[in-house]
Nanobody
Framework: QVQLVESGGGLGQAGNSLRLSCTAS????????MGWFRQAPGKEREFVAA????????VYADSVKGRFTISRDNGKNTMYLQMNSLKPEDTAVYYC??????????????????WGQGTQVTVSS
């Protein structure tokens, strides 16, 4: 079992930046692939980005590629999502998730076993 807590959400203006953090406790953080998902009102939860357990490989949704950067610090049991050039359509609740250690990065919610409670990101135009 691993517990995940997101932080860093809030209100931002279009074009500005925010950084989200996800801190894990419980099992060894380095044993998990990690991902960020988001869910806007009335929409399904969608994949944002993922990072492999050793941090050497990442994948991004097309909608955030070039603007968002995912990273992790296994020594601090923490994952980050640096969000630059924010757009109003980035407004959503952002969730971090942990999945089984694998050389393949999943983009589906069922690829992840543990979820945080989410943090709201609101981007105004």
């Amino acid at each position: 079992q691993v517990q995940l807590v997101e932080s860093g959400g809030g209100l931002g203006q279009a074009g500005n930046s925010l950084r989200l953090s996800c801190t894990a406790s419980g099992r060894t953080f380095g044993n998990y692939n990690m991902g960020w998902f988001r869910q806007a009102p009335g929409k399904e939860r969608e994949f944002v980005a993922a990072v492999i357990w050793i941090g050497s490989s990442t994948v991004y949704a097309d909608s955030v590629k070039g603007r968002f950067t995912i990273s992790r610090d296994n020594g601090k049991n923490t994952m980050y999502l640096q969000m630059n050039s924010l757009k109003p359509e980035d407004t959503a609740v952002y969730y971090c998730a942990a999945g089984a250690r694998s050389w393949t990065l999943g983009r589906r919610t069922y690829d992840y076993n543990y979820w945080g409670q989410g943090t709201q990101v609101t981007v105004s135009s």
